[in-house]
């Protein structure tokens, strides 16, 4: 007979037999029992956060950094409704975590007790799945199942709700080793037939693109990703949740895609023949207008392990449902043994037109502007970290910058919000990112209206001693938003200017950090500089730059992507 | 799909999230209690109904979904529908219902309730047959379906 525990001791175990080394939350009355174990137990430490929806991202940016399943402990009501925000914006990125909520006793449930809301219906819609732990028998098993569902198939965020005397109550311990679920059984290998059609199609390309997107990420498939584009020699590009899949200071690189995709992704995108999409979903800031998309003739093979991303927007011709990983093993074992091969010819006409386009130079700015430029603190911080660091960012321009000027080699270095688009995402991501890579240089791009939407985690940062590198590219405006004003909305900048900002350096101060205010262009790269050397410091970089920069190049709402507004 | 509290309301929540259209949906357990089944009917171009189908599949809840049209089905619906029957229309309710196959199960001075079952095509067939006027109430379950011949659909 296995020892009898109690709810929250065996959640508590759980995340132990799972592993978990780092959680981020925040206590409340429907957790404290939860708390009270953790207190008792030094193997799961515990991240306090300011706020839920911190907690949330940090867990979000522990995993993309780090390939673990992220954990969020957050209390009933209150904590959840916060913690949303954070929940879509892993769902809508196919992150896996695992979030335990708290909830009212059950048989308060649906009495409206204090702090309670209807957590599973809430979170719904955007969770890969989630459940209510009515019995303490359930209870490992349930959580068990959250984590196998969170990381298995198409990764996504799991909730396991626990009310209060759930937690309370005593039950036998025995965390499951196996699962099986009737219902749940995700594609791994992808269909023979379908990969021997891909490989046909492959080979007889003349003007052929590869495409990636999160999904090479997400399945750590980047080093088969580069065998395969090499093995082809065939031009790729990244989607923005896709950058760092394949090395971007490669020559076969010809950029990130989409709404601000460099305008050789985008002409190869819209004029190839034969396009081999990988991990990606043709969403509607990647393709833009899907009408204007398929004006022109090309076939398609798409990769993905989920069924529902396959011709939801555009019609491929070669579906294939698989794990990417396995999908690509087998594509380059195949394409090892063609007879066929690639028409060498055409593929050298393919690449002089790419490189004509390339010469277009469409993210070419004014370098000898008296006024610091955002594209090139991005540059800058690309050369003093050796395109070593992970960056995270908020949303906005700056997100754009990064992605497009900071070059990343590596896979998980970048992490951006890129489905849901959360402002305040950056900075608790970047902590999340740091917990995981202690010892990594952790920066995060961002601008003074992101940066405020969680400001309060400067206090978490200075708790756990985090040195993440703010860099604020401070213009004084939405700029996104003050950007198509400015195109669409006849210059009115209705509610885009950031009045009445904090002084951010005192700010940082004021939380025990150092901050830096950057004027002039010739200070940024020493400031900079100076920033990654206090190694144990949170560092607050203000850039005071170009109020009126935009970002190019760019296909407006509804366009095709060869209809791009260029510099 | 799992006979879980919630499974219905994922399939629900589904449909609306992503402006699907739910014609009609009945749910009931099966002979293993640990099964509902559904049947739901919705229109929608060949792409949509492809999409619903994935999606549908994606909850982890369900372990199954068939689209019955793509094969020969049965497909039943079972209405009650409370009729004003005076004078010389309840004769010719009751011949209206003898035709459709349906029964009168409850009748008082001044009305009938009638239960019919069929096609959908059928109860609306019935329906467009008695005055609107007369009608005074109706509750109709959906569709329930199921293949043809030894088909059987299996877990």
Redo the contacts between chains.
């Keep these: 007979m296995s020892v009898e525990l109690t709810g929250a001791e065996i959640t508590i175990r759980c995340l132990q037999e799972e592993g978990v080394e780092c959680i981020f939350g925040y206590p409340g009355g429907a957790v404290l029992f939860l708390y009270d174990e953790l207190f008792k137990q030094d193997k799961v430490r515990h991240i306090l956060v300011r706020h839920e929806q911190a907690a949330l991202h940090a867990a979000d940016g522990y995993a993309r950094s780090s390939n673990k399943v992220g954990v969020a402990l957050v209390t009933s009501g209150p904590g959840v409704t916060n913690a949303v925000t954070g929940i879509a914006t892993a769902y809508l990125d196919s992150i896996p975590l695992v979030i335990i909520s708290g909830q009212v006793p059950t048989n308060a449930i649906g009495l409206d007790a204090f702090q309670e809301v209807d957590t599973?219906?809430i979170t719904?819609?955007c969770v890969?799945?989630n459940f209510?732990v009515s019995d303490i028998s359930e209870l490992a098993t349930t959580i068990k199942k959250a984590f196998y569902?969170a990381s298995t198939g198409r990764p996504g965020p799991v909730l396991v709700d626990i009310p209060k005397d759930v937690t309370q109550q005593k039950a036998p311990f025995v965390y499951p080793e196996k699962l099986t679920?009737?219902?749940?059984n995700p594609v791994v290998k992808g269909n023979a037939k379908q990969i021997k059609k891909a490989v046909d199609l492959i080979v007889s390309a003349k003007r052929p693109i590869i495409y990636t997107g999160g999904g090479v990420i997400l399945s750590d498939a980047a080093k088969l990703l580069t065998e395969l584009t090499r093995l082809l020699n065939y031009p790729c590009t990244n989607t923005l949740m896709g950058l760092g899949g394949y090395p971007a200071t490669d020559k076969q690189f010809i950029g990130m895609l989409g709404m601000h995709g460099t305008y050789e992704a985008n002409m190869a995108m819209q004029y190839c023949d034969v396009l081999i999409a990988v991990g990606a979903r043709f969403d509607d800031r990647v393709i833009g207008n899907p009408k204007h998309f398929s004006n022109e003739s090309r076939k398609i093979v798409h990769i993905d392990i989920?069924?529902?991303s396959i011709?939801?927007r555009v019609k491929v011709d070669v579906p294939i449902v698989g794990n990417v990983p396995d999908v690509l093993k087998e594509l380059i074992k195949l394409l090892k043994n063609s007879k066929e091969e690639p028409d060498k010819t055409a593929l050298q006409e393919w690449w002089h037109q790419i490189d004509t386009w390339r010469a277009r130079d469409c993210l070419k700015y004014d370098r000898d502007s008296s006024i610091i430029k955002p594209q090139m603190v991005v540059e800058k911080l690309y050369e003093v970290t050796k395109g070593d660091a992970f960056i995270t960012s908020d949303v906005g321009q700056h997100q754009m910058w990064a992605a497009q000027f900071y070059k990343f080699d590596k896979p998980r270095r970048w992490i951006n919000s890129g489905g849901l688009g959360t402002m305040g995402f950056g900075m608790p991501a970047a902590m999340g990112a740091q917990l995981a890579n202690p010892k990594a240089k952790v920066a995060c791009v961002t601008g003074e209206a992101s940066i405020q939407m969680c400001i309060q985690e400067l206090s978490t940062c200075k708790q756990y001693k985090l040195p993440l590198k703010i860099v604020n590219l401070n213009n004084r405006y939405m700029g996104m938003v003050r950007q198509w004003q400015e195109f669409f909305h006849g210059n009115r900048y209705s509610e885009s200017y950031m009045d009445a900002l904090p002084d951010f350096i005192r700010l940082a101060e004021s939380y025990g950090h150092v901050g830096i205010k950057i004027e002039r262009p010739e200070e940024v790269e020493d400031a900079l500089k100076e920033a990654f050397k206090l190694k144990d410091q949170l560092v607050f970089l203000d850039f005071i730059t170009d109020q009126t920069e935009n970002v190019f190049p760019m296909v407006p709402g509804g366009k095709g992507l060869s209809e791009m507004i260029l510099v | 799909m799992e006979n879980e509290a919630g499974a219905l309301s994922r399939v629900a929540g589904l449909f609306s999230a992503r402006g699907y259209n739910i014609e009609s949906l009945s749910v009931a357990p099966t002979e293993d209690p640990t099964l509902s089944r559904m049947t739901l009917v919705t229109k929608g171009s060949d792409d949509v109904i492809e999409q619903v189908t994935k999606q549908l599949n994606k909850l982890i809840e369900v372990v199954k979904v068939i689209d019955l049209t793509d094969g020969n089905h049965i497909e039943r619906e079972l209405m009650l529908v409370k009729i004003k029957a005076v004078g010389s229309d309840r004769d010719e309710i009751k011949r209206l219902v003898d035709i459709f196959r349906g029964s009168i199960i409850d009748v008082t001075e001044k009305s009938y309730t009638v239960e019919l079952t069929g096609t959908s095509a059928k109860l609306d067939a019935f329906l467009d047959n008695i005055d609107n006027s007369i009608v005074l109430e109706t509750v109709r379950t959906g569709a329930s379906g199921i293949g043809r011949g030894d088909w059987v659909l299996k877990v």
């Design positions: 599973v219906g719904r819609p890969k799945h209510l569902i679920m009737r219902s749940y989920d069924p529902s011709s939801k």
